[in-house]
């Protein structure tokens, strides 16, 4: 019998990440994240398995690992591809999978949680006047809630992010908005507004200021609370990077 499993040539990025807690209180050491990628060969799927890892929670073996790939590849884009991801948890000892179909600019999404059927959701591209808009309906099996994202291009450098969900035991609604805008090449903003968190969040992307590593600055800022909310934001920074 012939090999079932086999690697393939070379492996993917590998990725690390290290968070500071909030600055402002004083500088230190946060969290550690890493990724390890390799491609895959299994059977005649070809796979791509990432193992990752999380100082806090769980120092001292891998956080969780993930196979993804493709079980039907479309030909065209009117044909059906099959994507899965499944990711394992070694600290909760529970099996995510994720399933996703596209065919005709539609993609519909299925995931399981621990064997229990999590979200379904719908996604695809439609013009609204001379925009085009991202629509993701999506429905939240256990929590019994309607999910809609909208995510749409202001010309070639800002985007804006709609998200609202429906409650539909009680008929409550929550929504949160998002606003990314390009500043130059490798320098990115986005500014993100929960109303029910009564928090603004705001994040810096830098891919210039050192060669080879991202840095990222995130401000959390409270809209009420206090006559200065300055004084209540915390400020985090993170320097990630591949090899």
């Not at 909030?22 to 990628?37: E, T, V």
């Not at 179909?101 to 959701?121: M, R, W």
């Not at 606003?179 to 705001?202: H, M, Q, W």
């Not at 050192?210 to 400020?235: F, I, K, Q």
Request: hydrophobic letters at 35%; proline letters at 1%.
């Amino acid at each position: 019998m012939s090999a079932v499993v086999a690697f393939a040539v070379g492996s993917l990025a590998n990725t690390a990440e290290i968070t500071s807690n909030n600055i402002r209180s004083g500088a230190a050491f946060d969290n550690l994240k890493a990724s390890w990628n390799q491609a895959l060969k299994l059977g005649d799927f070809n796979t791509a398995l990432k193992c990752n890892y999380d100082y806090n929670a769980n120092r001292d073996f891998l956080d969780s690992a993930t196979l993804s790939g493709n079980l039907v590849e479309a030909s065209n884009d009117d044909d059906v591809g099959v994507a899965y991801e499944m990711t394992h948890n070694f600290g909760s000892k529970k099996t995510d999978l994720k399933l996703t179909a596209n065919t005709q600019g539609n993609t519909l999404s299925a995931e399981i949680n621990d064997k229990e059927l999590t979200e379904v959701s719908a996604q695809r591209d439609v013009d609204v006047g001379d925009n085009k808009v991202n629509v993701d309906a999506g429905w939240m099996v256990k929590a019994k809630t309607a999910r809609v994202k909208l995510m749409s291009a202001l010309g070639s450098d800002d985007n804006i992010k709609l998200q609202v969900d429906y409650d539909t035991a009680d008929g409550a609604a929550s929504y949160e908005v998002g606003y990314e805008r390009n500043i130059e090449d490798g320098r990115d903003v986005s500014a993100t507004f929960n109303p029910a968190d009564k928090n603004l969040d705001v994040e810096y992307r830098d891919t210039k200021f050192e060669s080879g590593a991202t840095w990222t600055a995130s401000a959390s800022v409270p809209t009420e609370g206090g006559n200065n909310v300055l004084d209540a934001a915390t400020l985090k920074l993170k320097r990630s990077w591949s090899w």
